[in-house]
Structure formats: C-alpha cells, structure tokens
C-alpha cells in the first residue's frame, strides 16, 4: 500500500478512484463511498477551502503546475488535522484526462512548526521585555542580538554591537581570562559570577552575569547571557563593611572601657569597704554613726550588683547558641548561693537540652536570687517542664513563697523595677535572655501562694535548629 492517500478526479470533477492511503486517513471504510461523486462534496474538504481547489482544479486543466499546498482537512470522525497536497494532470494519448492528488500527512511537522513558533515568541517577549540587560550570542559568542535594557546599561545601540565579540567588547583586559573561563562554564551548562564590565565610555560597572546555552532538540542554537547591574548593592556592602568596622571598633572600646572601669571602680570600693570595717569597729559605741556605714556598704553592694549586671548584660548575644543541659544549669545555680537558708530545690530537668549560651545559668541564679529575698514563708523551689500546644515545651520555675502582688506583676520585667530589697536588673536580663533566645517568659502565680514563671520555648528557632531535645 501506497504510504500517501491519492485521489484520482476526472475532467469532470468527478472522484474516479482513491486508494487505501487515502481512506484511511479521511476515515472512510471503501472507496465506493466516494467515487463517483463530484470532489467538491468530499466531506474531508472545509466549505471556506472548496474555492482554492477549485482554482488548483481548472489551473490544471489549462496546463498550468499549481504549488503544492497544505491545508486543514476534516476526518469523518469530525477531527481536523494538517494535509500536504501536491497535484497533477493525468493525460492520456495527448489529452488530459483528469486530475491526481496525492496528500500526505503532516499534523505532527505542522505541530512542531507551530510549538516551535510559539517557543520563539515566547522567548523573544522575555529576552526584548526583560528588565536585566540581555545578551543572544551565536555559538562562537559573537553577539546576535541585545535587549533595550543592554544598550542602556552599556552605552551601545544595536547596531553597533552585533556581530561583535562579546569580550572584545564589555571585558576590561584585566578581566579577559574570567570571561573565557565564565563561557566554558556556559558551554557545559549554566555559568554564573559576579564581576565588573566595561561600558562604551570605558567605565566600569559591577555585574552580576547569569549564562546559559540556548538548544533545540539537543542542537545549540547559541547562549543568552544577563547582565544585573549591582552597583547599589556593592556600594551597600561597602557601606555596610565600613559600618561593621566601626561596630567593631566601638564594641572593643566599651568592652575595654566598661571592664577597665569596673575593675578600677571595685578596687576603690574595696577601699571603701575596708575603711568602712575599721571605721565600725573605732566607732562601736555610737550607733547613728554605725547606721550610715551600713547605709555605705549597702551601698557598695548595689554599685557592685550593677557592674555584675553591666558585665553580664555585654554577653547578650555574643556567644553563639548551644546545646545546654537545664538540669546542669539549674544544679550550677544553686550551687552557687553559700546557703540555701534550709529551701528544699526540685530539679526536675535532667534530660532536658535547650539551645542556649552560658547565661542560661544565670537565669536559674536570677530566679532562685528572688525567691529567696522575697519568698519570706519559702520552703521549697520546683523546676520542671512539659510539652505544650504547636510542639512548644513549657519551662516552669515555681515556688511555695508569697508570691508576687497583683499590682507589682505588670512591672516585675522592667529595667530598674524593685521591691525595694533589690537592684531592679536580675528580671530585666532574664527579660533580654528571652528575646535573645527567642522565647517568651511570664509570671501566672498567684499572690500569697507562690512564684510562677512559665517559659515557653518553640520547637525551633529562627534559623530553623530544634531549640530543645528530650533525652
């Protein structure tokens, strides 16, 4: 069988045969459906292309060769695909005796023609429209075409550039070997540097180029580079870089000053100190002069206090965040007051870890520091914790003391806020410790029946580590 459908016509118009090509791709079962009947009743031809065939029809019978033509046919199943046809006269002893089509196939060319049509218009819209200056280069990288936005950032029209090397043209000479090596990249795959390039005027400006190879069914066609101008984010790096510099410069004259001048200070208070005991003992019998060295010395104290929270209060946020056992810091804590005045601690917290810094054993410090200054009919602390709603773990330190007024609760984080009894800094850090960690601390107790700080603690920080483990 034939591959292509043919159709024979008499000098009449009238379909004489048609072989099983032709059948099979119009959709008729046998040729008896067809022959016959005048070829402009064949209802594969569309009304709107009836009249051309006509043309090619009487065109032939005057001896004339018509192209070949495509056109959309209808199959019987109401489906429409993409013919070729190529005609001929058929003579007979000297004299026309009719008219040949032969009709080819050829939907899937026809589809490919048109995906490939759409690809390039496609293509085009994103390489003229695009806001990044935009390069098409051939395979030997000379320059086929640019975008609007490219002869804006260089200084050249398009004129001027096609058909240039690319390097011979932007590259500094400084910068040639860069440039071959970033189009080896692009010849293998996908290239991308940040960089400088020279405009028209010989200035340069940083860019950010992105490269890649430019196919059609596995063949290169060329590349297409982009070129992002970065120069107001170099000049914010720079920017950024002297200010980083100057930080640097600053935080090490405060810490140097902020731990010189508490050393300094401390040796003086000592001074004060030591006068103050020997003026206590000369001054024994008079007991208005032994107050206001009391008042002196708790003085000295609370100038002390401040300086340990100046000192700790440098540390927020300095160290980098680790894993830290709360059992560990909450024994470490305790361990540290010369004595617990009798108060029974549950620690309950071993097996717990959280991301944290040194200071973590601080807060515990901080806490039991309260309880015991305030607490008053205080006899046990209890530190615990449980899972909460979202995968958040509570941390919970409470206490059997008297709790904290209704009207103080408000203002127990703010800096400087006191009972009297205290300098007014040890919720304050714990308050910044929490921000720093990136968890929230409140006061639930209930007046005359204990402390209650509850922790809550996300399951993962902003940088997305687990911000505590369960062992």
Known sequence: MAPDGILAVNVEGIITSANRSFLALVGYDSAEEIVGKPFTELMTMRMED???????FMSLMKGESPSPSEFLYVRRDGTSRWAEVHPGLMIK??????????????????????LTQESHQKFEGLFRHNPEAAV??????????????????????AEEVKGKDINDLIVPEDLREEAESLDKDAKNGYASHDTVRKRKDGSLVPVSISAAPVAFENDLLGHVGIYKD??????????????????????????????????????????????????????AEDPEALEQLADMENAVR???????????YEQLGVEQLVNLSVGKAVDEAASLFPSLKGIRIVNECHGLTVLADSLLRQLFYNLIDNSLKYGKKLNQIRIHYEKAEENQLRLVYEDDGVGIALDAKPKIFNEGFTTGKGSGYGLYLIRRMMEVYGWTIQETGTPDNGVCFTIVIPEKNQDGKENYQLH
């Open 136 to 157: 098409y280069l051939g395979q030997n990288f000379k320059i086929v075409d640019v975008n609007p936005r490219f002869c804006q950032l260089f200084g050249y029209s």
């Open 93 to 114: 002893d000297g004299y026309p005796v009719g008219v040949q089509a032969i009709m080819r196939d050829v939907s899937e060319r026809k589809n490919a023609e048109k």
């Open 302 to 312: 609370n100038v002390e206090t401040i300086f340990e929270f100046a000192r700790k």
């Open 230 to 283: 970065i120069t107001k984010l170099k000049n914010a790096e720079e920017h950024l870089g002297e200010l980083n510099k100057m930080l640097e410069v600053t935080n090490e004259k405060l810490h140097v000053v902020g731990g010189l001048t508490r050393h300094d200070v401390r040796n003086k208070l000592s001074a004060v100190t030591g006068n103050a005991y020997l003026l206590k003992r000369k001054l």
């Open 50 to 56: 009836i009249p051309k065939f006509q043309g090619m």
